[in-house]
């Protein structure tokens, strides 16, 4: 006599494999390079060149610290991008004279 969660298990992967859902993007490094050479191609020609911001990096955060420095940036009248650029840069220079 089968097991009725073996049944259940191989019905719901048998629906699933008919809803042929895109899979995941790959998060390889190839991968996600070719992803922001994608997404820089579709920009419009003048904006990249005129901020200078031509790589895409994405990082991963503790949960609230996105929406709080979007908070704050909206406040400053910047994009978050932006203020946090300017945050890396300022953590660098510090880091570099106290490197020295």
Known sequence: M????????LSFAAALSKLKLPS?????????KARAKAVNAKA??????????????????????????QEIAR???KLDSEWAE??????IAAYETKKS
């Open 2 to 9: 089968a097991d009725p969660i073996d049944d259940a298990a």
């Open 75 to 77: 406040e400053l009248g």
């Open 44 to 69: 419009p020609p003048g904006r990249l060149k005129k901020s200078g911001r031509t790589e895409l990096w994405g990082i991963r955060c503790k949960p609230g610290l996105n929406q709080r420095c």
């Open 86 to 91: 300017e945050i890396f840069m300022a953590a």
């Open 24 to 32: 995941s993007p790959a998060k390889s490094v190839k991968a996600t």
